[in-house]
Nanobody, 127 residues
C-alpha cells in the first residue's frame, strides 16, 4: 500500500510560482511512474503532468507546457511539480497519483491507469 501526501499549495498572484510536493510512505516510489492531476470548481479532474519511474520520460498537458515542470527525487521518495507563470485558470485542487504500471503515450493521462491517489492540495491564483 502507498500513501501519498501533497503539500505546497496556497494562494498566489498571477505570474507567480509555487512548488508542489508529493511525499510517499508505505512503499518506495522508485519503481512507480507518477502523475499530477487537478480539478477546478465545477469541472472534471484533468491530467496535468506525469513522469516515468526513471525520471527520463515526462508528459504534460498542452496548457502547462513551458510553465510547469515535474521531477522526482528517489532518495527523498518525493515527486515535485514546479509551477511558474501561474494563471487564474490554474486554480484547482491538485492531486498526485502513482501507478504500478508503466506509462505509455496512450496511458499517461488516463486517471484509471493510476492506482494510488493523494488527498489533494488547493492552489488559488488571483488575477
Amino acid at each position: 500500500q502507498v500513501q501519498l501526501v501533497e503539500t505546497g499549495g496556497g494562494f498566489v498572484q498571477a505570474g507567480g510560482s509555487l512548488r508542489l510536493s508529493c511525499a510517499a510512505s508505505g512503499r518506495t516510489l522508485t519503481s512507480y511512474p507518477m502523475g499530477w492531476f487537478r480539478q477546478a470548481p465545477g469541472k472534471e479532474r484533468e491530467f496535468v503532468a506525469a513522469i516515468s519511474w526513471s525520471g527520463s520520460g515526462t508528459y504534460y498537458v498542452g496548457s502547462v507546457k513551458g510553465r510547469f515542470t515535474i521531477s522526482r527525487d528517489s532518495a527523498k521518495n518525493t515527486v515535485y511539480l514546479q509551477m511558474n507563470s501561474l494563471k487564474p485558470e490554474d486554480t484547482a485542487v491538485y492531486y498526485c497519483a502513482a501507478t504500478m504500471k508503466p506509462l505509455s503515450s496512450t496511458t499517461y493521462s488516463r486517471q484509471e491507469w493510476y492506482d494510488y491517489w493523494g488527498q489533494g492540495t488547493q492552489v488559488t491564483v488571483s488575477s
